[in-house]
């Protein structure tokens, strides 16, 4: 399953999300829209991402994620080829949903939502190792560049929907309930003995002592949580800075450093490489320390690393924002389903993931829109890149705050407590 949400995740970073900045630049050579425009493009995927999240939270529970991720992979498959025909902005802003919808609902919660079920010890571990394919996905944005330059940008959409739904509806099959569903608890234990002597999955925190099940928070009772609201705004926070790169990147470095688009493109490769690095070792900072310190000294990197691309000089600072932006996307990113999971369970991890989404969303939204609207007014990107860099450092004090929730019975919720 872990390899499988790895293969949705390669799927989705090649061929959309860590590639549109290379659209971007295309559009605006083909059409010479602006990058408000096609920062809105991306941001009204990201809307819709979070306005279906509680009900995709919900069907996740209802359905399984099977279902969910099948009709996710033909969706996005069905926007990109959309894309491919685009020849004004309001079709431009139409296929964009569509392929918006595809992306949530064989993407990042729908994996997570599967995976978080099978893993307690290792959660972190198989966190990072799905999240490994989004990185991988982007060591293919040279290849979308290349392609780009020699096909265009419409055989090279069109081409991409057929790849994501040759290897995407695979990859979806592969995706399962939860283990009790198959006689199965989770780490890879076997199958128990009798219900009465059957242990359950170690729950990390003070929620639960070692040996008993955790309890179980509702979606009701998790949003009485400080935590549920201080993970959502960090969680926010890291986006608006990551959204802004996927999208602007290249742009930045094809127009205010005068990159060719081949080149630029190889930084986001380079770029991925460092965050398959950092995913490793977040993988395992995370199942060994505080998962809120690690997350907030990401936090902290991520803006330097933007205030490095937006003030440094030279080929040096690409290389070292890089890094820093690179190693910090990757120990990060596996943590934040992780500490949710640890924090409120897994019975109702769909819906409480979904509704955190909604606020995630503005993050989202906000990093593109920022960095592209200030490079429209002030012809550079070094204002916006700065602006985000502030706003990221400041909302990681989120993190510091995020700890552990009290159990769904100290906040009058006692109905969340998992059965046996």
Request: proline fraction near 5%; charged fraction near 10%.
């Amino acid at each position: 399953m872990a390899g499988a949400g790895a293969v949705l995740q390669l799927l989705a970073g090649a061929l959309f999300a860590q590639s549109y900045g290379v659209y971007v630049v295309a559009f605006t050579a083909a059409f010479g829209w602006s990058k408000t425009i096609l920062s809105t493009g991306y941001a009204l995927a990201q809307l819709e991402g979070g306005l279906l999240a509680p009900l995709q939270g919900w069907l996740l529970d209802r359905f399984g994620p099977r279902r969910v991720v099948a009709l996710g992979v033909l969706v996005f498959g069905a926007g990109l080829f959309w894309l491919s025909t685009v020849t004004s902005v309001a079709s431009f802003y139409g296929a964009m949903l569509v392929t918006g919808f595809g992306v949530v609902f064989a993407g990042y919660l729908s994996v997570t939502v599967a995976i978080v079920p099978w893993f307690v010890r290792w959660r972190s571990k198989a966190l990072a190792l799905t999240a490994l394919g989004l990185s991988l996905g982007g060591l293919a944005v040279p290849l979308i560049a290349g392609s780009v330059e020699t096909f265009g940008p419409r055989t090279t959409l069109a081409a991409s929907a057929v790849v994501m739904v040759l290897f995407g509806m695979p990859a979806a099959l592969f995706m399962r309930r939860d283990p009790a569903r198959y006689g199965q608890l989770a780490d890879g234990v076997g199958p128990p003995r009798t219900t009465a002597d059957a242990p359950g999955p170690r729950a990390p925190g003070p929620r639960a002592a070692v040996g008993q099940r955790p309890y179980e928070f509702t979606l009701r009772s998790a949003l009485r949580t400080r935590a549920f609201w201080m993970l959502s705004i960090g969680h926010g926070s890291a986006l608006l800075v990551v959204s802004a790169v996927v999208v602007h990147l290249i742009a930045h470095l094809a127009e205010d450093r005068g990159y060719p688009l081949a080149q630029a493109a190889s930084v986001m490769a380079a770029l991925t490489a460092t965050t398959i690095a950092g995913q490793f070792a977040g993988g395992v900072l995370g199942d060994r320390y505080d998962k809120r310190i690690v997350a907030l000294v990401a936090m902290l990197a991520h803006g330097a690393a933007l205030l490095v691309l937006a003030w440094g000089p030279g080929l040096g600072s690409v290389g070292i924002f890089v890094v820093l932006h690179g190693l910090a996307w990757g120990v990060r990113g596996p943590l934040m389903g992780a500490m949710r999971a640890d924090y409120f369970g897994g019975r109702h991890f769909g819906a409480i993931m979904g509704a955190s989404v909604l606020i995630v969303m503005l993050g989202q939204l906000a990093g593109p829109i920022i960095a592209g609207s200030l490079a429209d007014v002030l012809g550079a990107y070094r204002w916006g890149f700065t602006v985000l860099a502030f706003m990221a450092v400041l909302a990681s004090v989120s993190f510091w705050f995020a700890t552990p929730p009290r159990t769904p019975d100290a906040l009058g919720g006692g109905h969340g407590r998992a059965r046996t």
